[in-house]
């Protein structure tokens, strides 16, 4: 079985900024691409950011892009997004994927979500 918690949310003036993490555990043999995903009120869930096992191929969305920075430590199967310059339109909540292979065979994982609200 495998988890990813994420952290770092929470209420943000605009302008601000936020790191949020991942966290995987369980028994786990690799972990192929990460990504963050996020669900805003009454809107379908949208990918922010993935990042490659290696930490490379970054991808972001438009709305994103300059203001977010994924990126991911091997050595505690994490992945990070930097937020600065953030938004009220970045209000959502934020969701962990990750392809990770483990004893179950290679599957998509998800976290639970992190509340992230930018005030105005």
């Known amino acids: 079985q495998v988890q990813l918690v994420e952290s770092g949310g929470g209420l943000v003036q605009a302008g601000g900024s936020l790191r949020l993490s991942c966290a995987a555990s369980?028994?786990?043999?690799?972990?192929?691409?990460m990504g963050w995903y996020r669900r805003a009120p009454g809107k379908q869930r949208e990918l922010v950011a993935t990042?490659?096992?290696?930490?490379?191929?970054?991808n972001y969305v438009d709305s994103v892009k300059g203001r977010a920075t994924i990126s991911r430590d091997n050595t505690k199967n994490t992945v990070y997004l930097q937020m600065n310059s953030l938004k009220p339109e970045d209000t959502a909540v934020y969701y962990c994927?990750?392809?990770?292979?483990?004893?179950?065979?290679?599957?998509?994982?998800w976290g639970q979500g992190t509340q992230v609200t930018v005030s105005s």
């Open positions: 994927n990750a392809r990770v292979e483990s004893t179950a065979g290679l599957f998509s994982s």
């Open positions: 990042i490659n096992t290696s930490g490379g191929n970054l």
């Open positions: 369980g028994s786990i043999f690799s972990i192929k691409t």
